[in-house]
């Protein structure tokens, strides 16, 4: 699993938009605006960091992100030189002059020789995590009409507010009304019956599924009886462990069905789904 990537020659333009599920993308184009040039860096979203203001000239462009780890800053930056400009060592000095003491460049690339082949480079710290945001409504579930009276009722608009103690106080009023309209507007979930994901599971039966994998491995290597049945042994455990846990997600789900719209109907919406005429393929 890549934490960041670092990308050189990007060629892109101000109207390419590009996102990948739990990162995000930072982008350098070339000042002229059309697709040549450029470079992007991409980072996890769990990771902290700090987007570097972009440094963009027609020799260089550059996107960087600071790190901080538990003791120092990083700095890392995605970096591309057109080969067609002669660069001087001053060109290089402001570049570097904004990277700071501690950073890792990737690429400069500065003649025609460059094939593009990948690096990876593997750093051993001890970066900040944040916690991922939790969104307090849903865009197909959300009663928006519940959610404009209520923040309409609840917000008072005479106040007067001259000192900076007010504008906090009402700062944290106004937060507070619009997380209460959004969790009164939007309808609890509970479990949706389905079978969970892998990356749902909890801690525990990660861990044995890390386990088989690594058992399964040494069967695979030694080829010995011992080793199958440790293998078989393991895996008929975590099975078990899987089919009790979806089976009482189920139950969980059944036992929250309701015909009230305060569970966005789910029980109507579980029987529609049974009544459906089931697609059958027959294998020749």
């Not at 608009?157 to 997380?179: A, D, G, P, V, Y």
Request: charged fraction near 25%; hydrophobic fraction near 30%.
């Amino acid at each position: 699993m890549i934490d960041i990537a670092l990308i050189s020659e990007t060629r892109f333009t101000p109207k390419t938009h590009i996102n990948f599920n739990n990162y995000t993308v930072y982008t350098t184009n070339h000042p002229i605006g059309n697709s040549h040039g450029g470079t992007a860096a991409i980072i996890k979203n769990n990771i902290k960091h700090y987007p570097i203001e972009e440094y963009r000239t027609e020799k260089i462009q550059a996107t960087s992100i600071k790190l901080v780890d538990s003791k120092l800053e990083t700095i890392f930056s995605a970096v591309y030189c057109p080969p067609k400009h002669t660069i001087s060592a001053n060109d290089f000095a402001k570049y570097f002059s904004t990277l700071g003491n501690r950073f890792i460049c990737a690429e400069l690339r500065i003649d025609l020789t460059s094939d593009h082949t990948p690096v990876i480079l593997n750093v051993t710290t001890t970066v900040n995590l944040v916690a991922p945001l939790l969104r307090i409504y849903n865009s197909n579930t959300t009663d928006w009409t519940i959610y404009k009276n209520k923040i309409t009722t609840e917000t008072e608009l005479k106040t007067k507010i001259n000192t900076i103690e007010k504008i906090e106080r009402q700062l944290e009023q106004l937060n507070m009304t619009i997380h209460i309209a959004a969790n009164s507007a939007t309808p609890k979930r509970t479990g949706n019956g389905q079978p969970l994901k892998h990356n749902s599971y909890p801690k525990d039966i990660k861990e044995k599924i890390q386990e088989r994998r690594r058992l399964r491995k040494i069967w695979h290597t030694t080829g010995y009886p011992s080793d199958k049945t440790a293998f078989n042994r393991h895996s008929n455990e975590l099975k078990a462990l899987i089919s009790t846990l979806e089976n009482d997600n189920i139950q969980h789900y059944l036992s929250n069905l309701d015909p009230t719209r305060d569970t966005n109907y789910s029980l109507w919406k579980a029987t529609k789904n049974l009544k459906r005429p089931k697609n059958h393929i027959t294998y020749q």
